[in-house]
Antibody
Framework: EVQLLESGGGLIQPGRSLRLSCAASGFTFSTYALTWVRQAPGKGLEWVSTIVGSDSSTHYANSVQGRFTISRDNSKNTLYLQMDSLRVDDTAIYYC????????????????WGQGILVTVSS | EIVLTQSPVTLSLSPGERATLSCRASQGVSGNYLAWYQQRPGQTPRLLIFGAFTRAPGIPDRFSGSGSGTDFTLTISRLEPEDFAVYYCQQYGSFALTFGGGTKVEIK
């Protein structure tokens, strides 16, 4: 059974840094792209970042480019999101999500999602 | 980036009725790479449809996707109580990946 469990969220002041983790199990972690998607309170879904399984190439939304860094540790089956220079509008539930397939167009479709972790940026 | 506009924002229907949800893209979606997700209250998103019309495993056949280019539709043929939720479309034909703003299907 695929499981994704996020951790590391909480209340943080603007301008500070936070690192989210997503522990994965139930699939061959190293071969799948993994993605962070966020959802501001009462709002819709927003893609944040993806790291591809095959070559660990990374992709970012314009809103986080240069501030957030996605990474993975295949030996620990763990995905990370380093969030620097946090802003109030980064406040959201952050979900990690698994790609539906290990290659091709379905790299960018998400078939399993974690329960999400709340990040609140406020002074 | 491609902007996805979903309509209506809210759809009020009764169980057993047919629901038709629209997702319009600001430019053509390459390869018709469009997915639909369902998010029930307090739950995580669930993949329903990918490639515009292919149902994900375990998704009932009352859910169907159609469309191409810039206009896509999710149809729920007969609403069951568990179908009242928010639905999002997502395009994955080009970066940045984008989601629509969602359509809430509520009980009338």
């Amino acid at each position: 059974e695929v499981q994704l469990l996020e951790s590391g969220g909480g209340l943080i002041q603007p301008g500070r840094s936070l690192r989210l983790s997503c522990a994965a199990s139930g699939f061959t972690f190293s071969t799948y792209a993994l993605t962070w998607v966020r959802q501001a309170p009462g709002k819709g879904l927003e893609w944040v970042s993806t790291i591809v399984g095959s070559d660990s190439s990374t992709h970012y939304a314009n809103s986080v480019q240069g501030r957030f860094t996605i990474s993975r540790d295949n030996s620990k089956n763990t995905l990370y999101l380093q969030m620097d220079s946090l802003r109030v509008d980064d406040t959201a539930i952050y979900y990690c999500a698994k790609a539906k397939a290990s290659g091709g167009s379905l790299t960018w479709v998400f078939d399993y999602w974690g329960q999400g972790i709340l990040v609140t940026v406020s002074s | 980036e491609i902007v996805l506009t979903q309509s209506p924002v809210t759809l009020s229907l009764s169980p057993g009725e047919r629901a038709t949800l629209s997702c319009r893209a600001s430019q053509g979606v390459s390869g018709n790479y469009l997915a639909w997700y369902q998010q029930r209250p307090g739950q995580t998103p669930r993949l329903l449809i990918f490639g515009a019309f292919t149902r994900a495993p375990g998704i009932p056949d009352r859910f169907s996707g159609s469309g191409s280019g810039t206009d896509f539709t999710l149809t729920i043929s007969r609403l069951e109580p568990e179908d009242f939720a928010v639905y999002y479309c997502q395009q994955y034909g080009s970066f940045a990946l984008t989601f629509g703003g969602g359509t809430k299907v509520e009980i009338k």
